[in-house]
């Protein structure tokens, strides 16, 4: 294999031949030890790169050196994506389309140029089947040679033609040129394509303003320009080149004459070697500016680039309710298949109900408020104004739409039943003549028996009476009367237990009895009653360290709301709590509003009747 000599930013003009041979045979040693010729990352040692990132909403595919081995978390802009597939180019089935840009300007040396064409139509003859190659050149105009689609005797009969005559270098017009015909082929076809510069590094313009532009444009793109520049030019114009390769995600190496003939021998296996990652976003949503993606590895290493998020794939699945269910007399969970936007408004909701096997028209069944599951925000709880009666129900949205760039409403309406209770009937008690009447049908033969040996007995007794002439009287004696038994006058002094249902959270007799009681009625099962003495503040919520602690309520936050009380008046404050504090039924949230004996409080799906009492002694 030919020596091929790296520089970087730091390459040194002022050179001395043997000097020159030395680094040559040094670079040709670390190349030939597994050092990469294009600056790509082959070696632990080296830090991972982004190459490329390519952003179409809600997929991202993002390349580079050592990117794969240790991803923790990968976001573009604030969103965290989800990580989809991690594998070397070579295994994503991709293609890539190489855009190769040759200046043909007189400052090319020409010792250089005849060996630089043949290797642009060797390196063409290593190209996959899928791949493809354009060829540019550039000096005092940008001209196409090859597209896209060419035949390598096509290439040959060009290279045929091609000359380094030309007094001007327009190097980065011919840059921002390809990038755009690279842009051109959609997505579906190939999203990696790369430039590969060959030049002297000067530019005939010597403007600012026009690299900048190229490099604004290329990022804007998200393509790579690998810059490939020879030895014998001016150190201003090597670091120049490098930095503006760098900047794009490729690279830059600096050659002699006697790698001009394998210059780009080997480079299309080094791109099937990079890394890909296939990420997703929750949405298709693209904000068409600049966004910053970030890889964070578990070693804590953090990998920029600045990306355009300006495409977008066409989402045409609209969400819909996949289920109802009943959870409370008067409250029904909905779960949407996808993330919506609008739901949490009682506006947003309207539900009809016709009673069972009736023809009467449909009645409305008016929603007081909504609360989002903390779990699961697909999760949706609707909370009637009265509780739910038998019947067919039908839910039916408006203004609610999935977080998409088509933003596409709800398409289904919910139906769902709530079954009248069902009496079960239990037999009657058989009477004691009926059962008597049973019990002589299963034992017949025993009457039958019986009846025959009373038979027997009369006859026996008739018979005795005829025989014997004389009956003797006897005296009928008075019944004795019972003593009556003396009745205890004692009574039974019962032990009644404390209402099982009331619980006693808090007396607080370090600071003496208030005179007043707090009585909170669960409205949604009307025997539980929390009392708690006023003090200046008792915070309710799902947390233990709460005054009311409400635990088994799934829509409470752990503090969710306090009563304060403040100058001799009782106040109801909203701790920021996720699904809001409501008062009287009202369906606007409250911050602070002032309570009173027979208010009542909405946290989430609970709903709590507050009354006052002033406690005697």
């Known amino acids: 294999m030919n020596l091929v000599d790296i520089r970087y930013e730091n390459y040194e003009t002022e050179r001395i031949k043997e000097g020159m041979k030395l680094r040559c045979l040094l670079t040709g040693v670390l190349f030939t030890a597994g050092m990469c010729a294009f600056g790509m990352v082959s070696s632990a040692d080296e830090n991972p790169s982004l190459e490329q990132v390519y952003v179409n909403m809600p997929e991202v595919t993002a390349y580079g050196w050592g990117i794969g081995e240790d991803v923790a978390e990968v976001y573009l802009g604030k969103e ?4 989809v597939e991690n594998v070397p180019f070579s295994e994503s089935g991709q293609p890539v ?8 300007s007189n400052s090319m040396p020409e010792a250089y140029f005849d060996d630089i064409k043949q290797s642009i139509q060797t390196f063409e003859g290593t190209l996959r089947s899928e791949d493809r190659m354009a060829l540019y050149t550039f000096g005092e105009q940008v001209e196409l040679k090859l597209p896209e689609e060419h035949s390598q005797e096509d290439t040959l009969a060009v290279m045929e033609t091609i000359d380094n005559v030309d007094n001007k270098t327009l190097l980065f017009e011919a840059i921002s040129m390809a990038a755009d015909r690279a842009e051109q082929v959609p997505w579906d076809v190939c999203q990696r394509k790369v430039l590969i510069v060959i030049s002297d590094g000067e530019d005939f313009t010597i403007g600012k303003t026009v690299a900048q532009e190229a490099q604004e444009n290329l990022k804007r793109k998200g393509i790579p320009a690998y810059a490939y520049g020879i030895q014998d030019t ?17 690279q830059l190496v600096v050659f002699g004459k006697e790698e001009a003939g394998v210059l780009l021998d080997g480079f299309a296996q080094e791109m099937d070697e990079i890394q890909v990652l296939k990420l997703q976003a929750s949405s298709n949503i693209a904000s068409n500016s600049m966004e910053t993606f970030t890889i964070k590895t578990g070693s804590n290493q953090t990998i920029t680039r600045d990306v355009l998020a300006a495409r977008h794939m066409e989402d045409v699945t609209a969400p819909t309710i996949l289920r109802v269910d009943k959870i409370a007399e008067n409250q029904v969970k909905l779960e949407f298949s996808e993330p919506v936007k609008g739901a949490d408004t009682a506006a947003a909701y309207m539900v009809t109900w016709q009673e069972q096997a009736s023809g009467d028209d449909k009645k409305v069944a008016a929603v007081a408020g909504v609360s ?3 779990d699961n925000a697909n999760e949706i709880f609707l909370t009637f104004t009265n509780d739910l009666k038998p019947g067919k129900y039908t839910i039916s949205c408006t203004n609610i739409y999935d977080l998409s760039m088509e933003g596409n409403p709800v398409s289904n309406t919910a139906e769902f039943e709530i079954e009248a209770p069902v009496t079960e009937e239990i037999p ?6 009926e059962k008597l009447a049973g019990g002589l049908k299963e034992r017949l033969w025993i009457l039958l028996v019986i009846g025959a040996a009373l ?3 009369i006859v026996v007794v008739v018979m005795k009476k005829r025989k014997d002439s004389q009956v003797e009287s006897f005296e009928t004696l008075e019944t ?4 009556s038994s003396a009745v205890s006058n004692s009574t039974v002094s019962l032990i009644l237990d404390d209402d099982d249902c009331t619980r006693r959270l808090f007396d607080y007799p370090e600071m003496g009895l208030k005179t007043y009681q707090l009585e909170l009625f669960d409205l949604d099962s009307p025997d539980l009653v929390y009392q708690v003495n006023m003090t200046d503040t008792i915070t309710i919520g799902r947390s233990r360290d709460c005054m009311v602690c409400i635990s088994n309520n799934r829509t409470m936050s752990g503090h969710h709301c306090e009563i304060v009380l403040r100058d001799g008046r009782m106040y109801l404050r909203d701790l920021d709590s996720k699904n809001g504090t409501f008062l009287n039924e009202n369906p606007n949230r409250i911050t602070e509003a002032e309570l009173k004996s027979g208010s009542i409080i909405g946290m989430g799906s609970a709903r709590l009747r507050v009354q006052v009492r002033q406690i005697n002694g």
Do not use: C, M
Not at 97 to 104: E, M, P
Not at 428 to 433: F, L, Q
């Open 455 to 457: 038979a027997a007995a």
């Open 428 to 433: 009657a008690e058989p009477t004691k003549w």
């Open 372 to 374: 989002v599951s903390i």
């Open 234 to 250: 001016a150190r201003e114009n090597i670091n120049n080149f490098g930095e503006f390769a760098r900047t794009s995600g490729g």
């Open 480 to 483: 004795p009367q019972e003593e």
């Open 97 to 104: 389309y190489y855009y190769v840009l040759l200046d043909v």
């Open 80 to 83: 965290k994506l989800e990580l």
